[in-house]
T-cell receptor, first 115, second 113 residues
Framework: DGGITQSPKYLFRKEGQNVTLSCEQN?????MYWYRQDPGQGLRLIYY???????QKGDIAEGYSVSREKKESFPLTVTSAQKNPTAFYLC??????????????FGNGTRLTVT | AQSVTQLDSQVPVFEEAPVELRCNYS??????LFWYVQYPNQGLQLLLK??????LVKGINGFEAEFNKSQTSFHLRKPSVHISDTAEYFC???????????FGKGTMLLVSP
């Protein structure tokens, strides 16, 4: 079955360390997205990529970095510059065509805890 | 900027009662509207979407939503809820001038026996 795999499900890090969250999809989707979810805040867009080797900042990109070297992979690095990294991180992808034909598909998320 | 307001952070309801989750969006000439559901520690799943045409949209699990352009609303309804409907529900909007979705802050639906 096609889908989006985020790993690991839970991740623990010490403050000051960079950490990379994995997102892999086998849906052959061009566009991929990273969202951050905090209680009562909804989903906020961190970065998105509409094509390989290209990506754009979302609303809260500071302290994060991404790469898009392969169509199926869009890893997110949470750097030590991110002041409040503890959150639930969701990866999503979208197929070709307009939004009327291709809504967002989500992975099951990674819960990052930084102490 | 496109924006979405979900007026209720939590909605408690008894099983088999009807429910309405409210969503208002920022006005634009052309918008796409979506409702997503999230079960604990999972990703989001699409419930339904409004693109154009009929203002009453039916989705999965017996949910429906009505697009009201004059009130810039897209409220989600279900005539009779089940315990299994307990989840967080997100409204999202895509304005014609934007390339990404903007989500509301979510409404937690709590169904009790």
């Amino acid at each position: 079955d096609g889908g989006i795999t985020q790993s690991p499900k839970y991740l623990f890090r010490k403050e000051g360390q960079n950490v990379t969250l994995s997102c892999e999809q086998n849906l052959n989707h061009d566009a991929m997205y990273w969202y951050r979810q905090d209680p009562g805040q909804g989903l906020r867009l961190i970065y998105y990529s509409q094509i390989v080797n290209d990506f754009q900042k979302g609303d809260i990109a500071e302290g994060y970095s991404v790469s898009r070297e392969k169509k199926e992979s869009f890893p997110l690095t949470v750097t030590s510059a991110q002041k409040n990294p503890t959150a639930f991180y969701l990866c999503a992808s979208r197929g070709p065509g307009g939004w009327q034909n291709s809504p967002l598909h989500f992975g099951n998320g990674t819960r990052l805890t930084v102490t | 900027a496109q924006s979405v307001t979900q007026l209720d952070s939590q909605v408690p309801v008894f099983e088999e009662a009807p429910v309405e989750l409210r969503c208002n969006y920022s006005s634009s000439v052309s918008v796409y509207l979506f409702w997503y559901v999230q079960y604990p520690n999972q990703g989001l799943q699409l419930l339904l979407k409004y693109l154009s045409g009929s203002t009453l949209v039916k989705g999965i699990n017996g949910f429906e939503a009505e697009f009201n352009k004059s009130q810039t609303s897209f409220h989600l309804r279900k005539p009779s809820v089940h315990i299994s409907d307990t989840a967080e529900y997100f409204c999202a909007v895509k304005d014609s001038g934007y390339s990404t979705l903007t989500f509301g802050k979510g409404t937690m639906l709590l169904v009790s026996p």
